[in-house]
């Protein structure tokens, strides 16, 4: 490795990263991208692996594949234990690494609110083994409740609890009505899969706060009509083994999936940067850390307004934005230009799917609903897919559940002794 | 349930559990379906999955789904604790279940000829399980190579040993050869994939013992072409965390993968029943064992002769045979009519893929190698795997897989924290 070049080291390959390191291909440095996966997940569609229509691998891709035909870019499996801004090292598991520019795209975990003990009970949907330990977690509450003759337990078993209404809400508990519905119906032969009780809770008066509130009923009718029981203004107070507590009842689950708070993954905090609130990195206009002109934080991790002064939201389009800025300045100043511009966030639209043959779209003035929001949605999400072979795989399932009703990865794998 | 039917309990949906459970389908009877696992999983291709070609759904299918049509039919996803043939009842982690016919179809797993504690070094491969246990140390092998400096190392991390020169072995070392020479051949920038050492290790004199010699030798050629080193005529006589022992020598190595002994599943302890050396059940010429009439053992916990007195050996085609003869059994025998013709065993052939291209192929007088074999392997394996969908997928992902070179299922997933 020639080190005369500038080394520009990326911490996780998620949206953010991954733009930030192609956006890096011309420059004359040494790209270095870590992440603790040997993969990049497609997030939007993890709900999908979490209820049994996709596999893991149809929605991710060896990092080190996308990269390959970068040839600057050296990727490394591994996790960061720490950074000396003072020095600009990171330390790692297996030695030191040292840069001239970071960039921190570490994304977002799941925030308790405080109840970090409730993770436990109701976990939280961000990655591969989230996603197939909720489709573990729901696939055996079928197979237990077959296997009880205590009524009581069957009935608990055969409830599941998503709290928040956001899209990752709506979208599992939109999933679940249909492979209860419509999957299972026809395999059990004690119990009907169709008496299942989905319930949404959501703390705030309507589901998907961030669209227009036409939208938000469309969904809130659509879940009501295919058997969700959507509960708006409902706080969770409590989660443990077996079910949850609201501020006004008990519901007893088998199944709690949490999609409600964002906190940022912990490696901002080794910055002892200035965060806010919800302890995103406060960054400058350039996405850069105040009085670290060489460290930038991207994505879920930072705290970024745009021109409106709103804060700019937690998804896919946003972090590869920020991505891809990062990327071209970090080129430029390589190159000896100095690129002042500051960072803007483009507002392209957002989307979510509720169930089988209905979605929400809304994109600029354009919005969209039920069967043609459907379609909108497929098809972006197919195009955003990475990787020629994912698109036809992750098509091809889509339309043969379409015309089936059926979901082609019910497995259930790695079941703990005794459970 | 309406009780006055006889109850037909079948423990576990493999090959042989399911073609019992369908031969039973016009049977006046209640079929129970009991399986430690929710999927019926196609173990022929399991080591394409371990060399992440496929993805677990595409080679497993819920139990409960394939036998939805079946309406006679119950499937119960629970683990047999014990039986007692006395009272004629099984024992579950759920309770008692009592049967009036029982068919025992669970399977082997690995034989370590008394050494039990090398499975922890030297998996084996015969669940979904094991299968993504091995892709992860075959990946995290390579991701590993990268991060180090030490030489020594590198070397011993990127070798493969492979035990056991069966089908099995045969087939997980090409396909190593393929994923090291070719899928990552350009995705790494500090180690060369290509220059990854795998040895296919056996105790006897050839590869594939139970195929003519000349296409053993045709294995062996092609093995080696490919870059893999054949050891015949080698003990393995001790494995640990860094390797294995030779009876000549010593192999340092990251990944051990055990494709040698068969012992049949511990269910059979349970009858007491007289067994064979390696432990399979002795049975009758109807399947049954000697004194219990109503208690049949079949595929590989069973130790049954052909016509010409050969052991049958413990391929998919026998198991599904003797399935399909006890659950005819069964139906005749609760319709009042007993059947009296033994089970024969009717061996169609062998086969097995030497990686990319190559196969060998014995079909009665039919002898195939190379790219027919290859052929002709593939399309019989698409036939007999289930579901339409699946066969769909796998013949994507390899026509996919053999135009680009690639695997579409790198992943690594659930690694242990500290690994």
């Not at 961000?126 to 055996?140: G, H, W």
């Not at 009842?249 to 088998?254: F, K, L, P, Q, V």
Request: proline share 5%.
């Amino acid at each position: 490795m020639s080190s005369a070049k500038p080394k520009v080291v990326i911490i996780g390959a998620g949206f953010g990263g991954l733009e930030a390191a192609k956006a890096l291909k011309r420059a004359a440095a040494d790209v270095i991208v870590i992440d603790r996966h040997n993969h990049h997940c497609f997030q939007p569609l993890l709900y999908q692996v979490a209820t049994a229509a996709l596999s893991p691998a149809d929605i991710a891709w060896p990092i080190r594949h996308i990269l390959r035909p970068q040839r600057n870019a050296t990727v490394l499996m591994e996790e960061v234990q720490g950074i000396d801004p003072e020095k600009k090292v990171l330390h790692t598991q297996y030695g030191e690494i040292t840069y001239d520019y970071l960039v921190i795209a570490t994304g977002a975990t799941h925030s308790y609110f405080g109840h970090d003990e409730w993770s436990k009970f109701a976990p939280g949907l961000k990655r591969i083994e989230d996603a197939t330990r909720i489709r573990r977690s729901i696939l055996i509450a079928f197979e237990r409740a077959e296997l009880t003759q205590d009524q009581e337990q069957q009935r608990r078993l055969l409830t599941f609890v998503i709290v928040g209404g956001g899209a990752t809400g709506v979208e599992m508990a939109g999933a679940i009505a249909d492979v209860a519905g419509q999957t299972l119906a026809a395999d059990f032969r004690r119990i009907d899969p169709r008496s299942a009780r989905i319930v949404l809770v959501e703390a705030g008066p309507r589901l998907l706060p961030t669209f227009p509130p036409s939208l938000s009923d469309y969904a809130r009718r659509t879940l009501t009509r295919s058997g969700v029981e959507v509960r708006t203004d409902t706080l969770v107070t409590n989660c443990d083994a077996n079910g949850v507590d609201l501020k006004n009842g008990r519901i007893d689950a088998g199944t709690v999936i949490w999609a409600a708070g964002i906190a940022p993954s912990p490696a901002v905090r080794w910055l002892n940067a200035e965060a806010d609130r919800a302890g995103r990195v406060k960054v400058g206009p350039d996405l850069s850390v105040p009085g670290r002109p060489e460290i930038f934080v991207i994505g879920d991790t930072a705290a970024v307004v745009d021109s409106k002064g709103q804060p700019v939201p937690g998804i896919a389009p946003a972090a590869k934005q920020m991505g891809k800025y990062v990327g071209k300045l970090i080129s430029a100043r390589i190159a000896g230009r100095e690129r002042q511009k500051p960072f803007r966030y483009m507002h392209l639209g957002e989307l979510a799917t509720i169930g089988r043959r209905a979605a929400v779209v809304k994109f600029g003035a354009l919005e969209l609903k039920g069967f043609l929001g459907w379609l909108f949605w497929s098809l972006a999400h197919i195009y955003f897919l990475i990787g020629l072979r994912n698109r036809f795989v992750v098509a091809f399932n889509w339309f043969w559940d379409y015309i089936t009703f059926q979901r082609g990865a019910r497995l259930i794998t790695d079941v703990p002794d005794g459970k």
